[in-house]
Nanobody, 123 residues
Framework: QVQVAESGGGLVQPGGSLRLSCAASGSILNIYDMAWYRQGLGKERELVATIANGGRTNYADSVKSRFTASRDNAKNSVSLVMNSLKLEDTAVYYC?????????????????WGQGTQVTVSS
């Protein structure tokens, strides 16, 4: 099957920066869109950024010009550089990958989530 794992969360002061990383592994044939979501305490999970296989990106209005997503297709990985962090960016950040993979000797496709990484912005 497929595993997705995030890393890079932590505690940062307002105005600071963090870099999150995400890598997919397993019987992968191709990865279509990869995306970052976040979920604050007591809030619904929201889409932060998507990046297509060719590199095209889309961002939530709340993070435009502050966050930058990039991917390395050879490594099945995506990163999220977060600058000018605000208190309201505090959340668990999740990576999602839309993957074509091998299962039972044939090709399948599905979305896979990582376990999440905590980002806390606090003074």
């Amino acid at each position: 099957q497929v595993q997705v794992a995030e890393s890079g969360g932590g505690l940062v002061q307002p105005g600071g920066s963090l870099r999150l990383s995400c890598a997919a592994s397993g019987s992968i044939l191709n990865i279509y869109d990869m995306a970052w979501y976040r979920q604050g305490l007591g809030k619904e999970r929201e889409l932060v950024a998507t990046i297509a296989n060719g590199g095209r990106t889309n961002y939530a209005d709340s993070v435009k010009s502050r966050f930058t997503a990039s991917r390395d297709n050879a490594k099945n990985s995506v990163s999220l550089v977060m600058n000018s962090l605000k208190l309201e960016d505090t959340a668990v950040y999740y990576c999602n990958a839309d993957v074509q993979f091998v299962r039972g000797g044939s090709s399948s496709r599905g979305g896979f989530w990582g376990q999440g990484t905590q980002v806390t912005v606090s003074s």
